[in-house]
């Protein structure tokens, strides 16, 4: 089992205590004091060394390497990357035939020079594909065979390009409404529950060594749950190929509870791999109860559900640090099912959160802040591996 160094610091300094003199106290105190600082995990990929990849979602900025504050904290911290636009459709193909590589060249290239575990995200998703995909050409619904046709040329042209060099894909992206059924988006519209189906065999064609994923938001929801086991089950029964679930942790700080998280790894991890994927927690007012990560379900700017401009109050600062260390001490009990945990973004000034659900708030959800410096709940997630949890 894997010990926590910290721990190891105060077990010497407490002996040395208990066995030196009063007259040695002090020398006992400073010896463990530099002991610790020179055992203590120095960033989250160490932290987490034997148990699962952390990562972190990039942008263009970041993975060009134009940022160097964030080239440290990339490469001091994450051994996974994702890229938070660069793969998406109305990125990389914006017009028909044309496609745009150059900053998810970057990316790629940034993950392997820096021996990182590279995910692609997404091939197939309702959102940010531009309307020529699911048009004729004249405004009017493309046929079922030209919206096979060029989901078939999008995922053997971008996937094919990284074969090898990607090592894995969240193949479908948020398919799933939060009641477990089907969505109605216009892949589905136009093609049928089949476009899942084809989309697996295409990826997996395309980048037959990647490991393919289905990735949502709101998993911890039981019907939702219970609606992915159902889609993947009917995948896998079909021999396609879906290596693991992605369970998008765009939570609150209070919401989902532990033990609903609990549950959808415990349920996933009979299908295969279970990766946390989109993790930041909102700790700005909710406008809407509204849970995840609908880009649809925006609100019009309100100074209400904006109150931390200034800064995080220091209770909040502790109740963030509590709750991501309460959220990794659960991953850490589960290391044996999860494969891989990614933060969506970097810093808290690169958070989507800061536009969505309400443009120009000022978001607090990472472990970073705005000036590039970690916050206490990144050492509350450094010491939230415990030597008495073993992997269930």
């Not at 894997?2 to 002090?26: D, M, R, V, Y």
């Not at 120095?42 to 390497?65: I, M, P, R, T």
């Not at 909040?316 to 850490?332: E, G, P, S």
Request: glycine share 8%; net charge negative; aromatic share 10%.
């Amino acid at each position: 089992m894997k010990k926590h160094n910290a721990l190891l610091a105060s077990s010497l300094l407490l002996a040395a205590i208990a066995f030196g003199c009063t007259e040695a106290q002090p020398a006992a105190t400073e010896e463990a004091a530099q002991e610790q600082a020179a055992t203590a995990p120095a960033s989250l990929k160490d932290a987490f060394e034997q148990d699962f990849h952390v990562g972190a979602a990039l942008n263009g900025y970041q993975a060009s390497g134009k940022d160097a504050k964030a080239t440290a904290i990339i490469t001091r911290q994450f051994n996974t990357i994702s890229p938070e636009n660069l793969l998406k459709w109305g990125s990389v193909h914006p017009q028909p035939g044309e496609y745009t590589f150059g900053p998810a060249d970057e990316y790629v290239a940034l993950g392997e020079k820096h021996n990182m575990f590279v995910v692609g995200h997404t091939l197939v998703w309702h959102n940010q594909t531009p309307n020529w995909v699911f048009e004729d050409g004249k405004g009017k619904p493309a046929s079922k065979e030209a919206l096979l046709q060029r989901m078939e040329d999008h995922i053997n042209t971008v996937a094919g390009r990284y074969k090898g060099r990607v090592d894995g894909w969240d193949v479908v992206n948020e398919a799933l409404n939060d009641d477990g059924t089907l969505r109605e988006s216009k892949w589905h519209s136009i093609i049928g529950e089949e476009y899942l189906e084809k989309a697996f065999r295409l990826a997996h064609k395309a980048a037959p060594d990647a490991e393919l994923y289905y990735n949502d938001y709101n998993l911890w929801k039981p019907a939702k749950r219970d609606g992915a086991i159902r889609l993947v089950q009917h995948l896998q029964r079909q021999g396609v190929q879906v290596d693991g679930i992605g369970m998008q942790g765009h939570w609150g700080l209070e919401h989902p509870s532990i033990g609903q998280i609990e549950e959808s790894i415990l349920a996933f991890s009979k299908l295969g791999k279970v990766m946390i994927t989109e993790l930041d927690i909102d700790v700005l007012p909710n406008p809407s109860n509204r849970n995840g990560a609908d880009i649809d379900a925006t609100f019009d700017f309100d100074e209400k559900y904006n109150v931390y401009t200034n800064g995080l109050p220091d209770s909040v600062q502790q109740q963030l640090a509590r709750r991501y260390a309460d959220i990794f001490a659960l991953f850490h009990k589960h290391r044996d099912k999860i494969s891989r945990v990614t933060f969506w973004g970097v810093t808290d000034a690169n958070s989507w959160l800061n536009d969505w659900p309400i443009q120009g708030r000022t978001s607090h959800p990472l472990l970073f802040d705005r000036n590039y410096n970690p916050k206490p709940a990144f050492e509350a997630v450094l010491n939230s591996v415990s030597t008495n949890s073993p992997a269930q």
